[in-house]
């Protein structure tokens, strides 16, 4: 089965409204159904599913797509995931891209035998010790159970001998981590004598674990290797915990530590996570604007955790997310934050947060000269990819810096790379006259062609819109349109039904156009050769095309 049979396959197989309806609640109206967007803050239902058709479309902030393109934005996922997941729910068997998908699924088996062997250990006479950690930390028994917080036993062959007791092949389990072999071809488990962060991605399986040392040992956290289910730098603790609430509120916290996030839930801040590695990443960036609308960074105010939170908000800004920095008071974490001083003072400080852009510009103030100065601009600026927001950080990054726009536009005109700064609007791709010509296309793809063999392209007016109808007519998955040209086929598809009565209208009314247009571009060709054939003192010439206008008047008339 190839890519376009599968998602024609899961197309067919799963119902949009069903699979929509687990994240929003839709109000049937007619044929359609609408609700609050859940891509965007807003209480209007300008949020509508056309399970006919089998795509969803929003007024307000023009997301579109099928139920493929729902599932993947609503869960943060790459499209061959999302298509992975909706396969399997729909019954359908097959095999897309690199790696075993077979061992993937036999890893994920493996994790989820892990997570339950070590949250067993915990309540076991081996986990008095773990117990006795988490109740010194005060995390309580529901946030221990919702996070699936686990034991690994002082025991280098605990998991192990687990897993043969399920028939388990080991050299798999040693392929996912799990396991261990040294160079003489012995089998360890990996994790031993810690507390275990099982790491879940966002359908809720665990794909990876964090685990705390306790007592003296190094390192005090040791994670798994990276694997076919496991990139590092793709995931964030406690996302898929957080993912309702970030989706309800549109804002997420975001800190650094396992224990962190924990304090920060039963604490009632639900939205909270954390990063997986060193520094924020694009890819985790990716996954939280998936989610949500705002960020707030929530660090140590120490100079390691200023620095942190200076480039994480950079990550952030760069990709069009709203974000704010909260830091705490030098030496304290969020959990040791909270036991101090409580929720209602951790409130307060991240209710005077300050914006993401003027952190950083206060940052750049404090730690850059002059000349550093002017090439952070240009290295932020590159990385952001919207043309618009480089028009709107420009613009802000001038006065915040107190810096004459003028002067630093006209020192980035020429930098490394090209950049251009452009502040004005950006102008529609499409004229009106495109649009209508477009519409049809859309609306009664079985006319497309015939068009296109009466020269219909040959009137566009923008070589976007021309660029659009060849796709259209090549019927190219809507997965390659552009974000105009995916908005404008959803607007018009929505309008389907008010225009199904009025094709032969419609067609009429733009053949009549199309002669129009084309008797008028004749007459101006015919005058430019007239103005030629008249330089050149070609008096043959002249009669001859003063023949064809006279003609082309004459017609005109009747």
Request: proline content about 2%.
């Amino acid at each position: 089965m190839d890519l376009e049979e599968l998602v024609t396959e899961i197309k067919e197989r799963l119902d949009i409204v069903q699979i929509v309806g687990r994240y929003v609640e839709l109000r049937q109206v007619g044929g359609r159904y609408v609700a609050p967007c859940p891509f965007h803050q807003e209480t209007k239902p300008s949020f509508n599913v056309n399970p006919e058709k089998g795509f969803f479309y929003c007024f307000g902030c023009q997301a579109a797509g099928d139920v493929i393109s729902f599932y993947q934005r609503i869960n943060g996922l790459e499209f061959k995931e999302a298509l992975k997941d909706l396969a399997e729910e729909a019954g359908i068997k097959f095999y897309l891209g690199k790696g075993n998908s077979s061992s993937r699924k036999t890893f994920f088996e493996l994790y989820e035998l892990a997570t339950d062997f070590f949250k067993n250990q915990l309540q076991s006479s081996n986990g008095a010790k773990a117990r006795e950690y988490l109740a010194s930390r005060q995390v309580s028994e529901l946030v221990q159970k919702t996070f699936l917080l686990g034991y690994s036993p002082a025991d280098w062959h605990g998991l192990e001998k687990y897993f043969q007791s399920k028939g388990i092949d080991i050299n798999l389990a040693v392929q996912s981590g799990l396991l261990v072999k040294n160079d003489k071809g012995q089998v360890y488990d990996r994790f031993r004598d810690r507390l275990m962060f099982p790491i879940r991605d966002l359908q809720g399986r665990t794909i990876a674990f964090g685990g705390r040392v306790l007592g003296e040992g190094d390192p005090k956290y040791l994670n798994s290797n990276e694997s076919l289910i496991y990139k590092k730098g793709e995931h964030l603790y406690g996302l898929y915990e957080a993912k309702s609430h970030i989706l309800k509120e549109k804002e997420a916290i975001l800190s650094e530590g396992y224990l962190d996030v924990l304090a920060l839930v039963q604490a009632g801040f639900k939205n909270s996570c954390a990063i997986l590695g060193t520094s924020l990443t694009r890819e985790q960036v990716l996954k939280l604007a998936q989610l949500a609308s705002k960020v707030i960074l929530l660090l140590d105010g120490d100079a390691a955790g200023k620095k942190a939170a200076w480039r994480s908000a950079e990550m952030l800004l760069a990709e069009g997310i709203n974000c704010a920095v909260a830091l705490l008071p030098e030496g304290e974490d969020p959990d040791s934050f909270l036991k101090k001083y409580g929720p209602e003072q951790l409130q307060r400080i991240l209710e005077q947060s300050q914006e993401g852009l003027a952190y950083c510009l206060k940052m750049v103030r404090e730690n850059k000269s002059p000349r550093e100065q002017v090439g952070w601009i240009e290295d932020f600026l590159k990385r952001v990819r919207d043309l618009k927001l480089k028009g709107f950080y420009l613009s802000a990054i001038a006065i915040g810096l107190n810096i004459s726009e003028k002067e630093l536009r006209a020192s980035l005109e020429n930098v490394e790379g090209q950049l251009k700064i452009e502040t004005r609007e950006i102008k529609k791709s499409f004229t009106a006259w495109d649009k209508e010509v477009l519409l049809i296309g859309i609306i009664f793809p079985q006319e497309a062609r015939k068009l296109a063999e009466e020269g219909v392209e040959h009137f566009f007016q923008t070589k976007e819109a021309k660029n659009f109808w060849q796709k259209l007519i090549s019927k190219v998955d809507v997965r390659e349109f552009s974000e105009e040209e995916s908005n404008f086929y959803f607007q018009s598809k929505l309008k389907e039904d008010f225009f199904q009565g009025k094709k032969e209208e419609l067609l009429k009314d733009l053949r009549f156009k199309m002669l129009s247009k084309d008797k008028k571009l004749r007459k101006q060709n015919l005058f430019l050769a007239l103005a030629r054939a008249q330089k050149r003192g070609d008096l043959a010439e002249t009669k001859r095309i003063l023949g064809l206008l006279q003609k082309e008047f004459a017609e005109q008339e009747v």
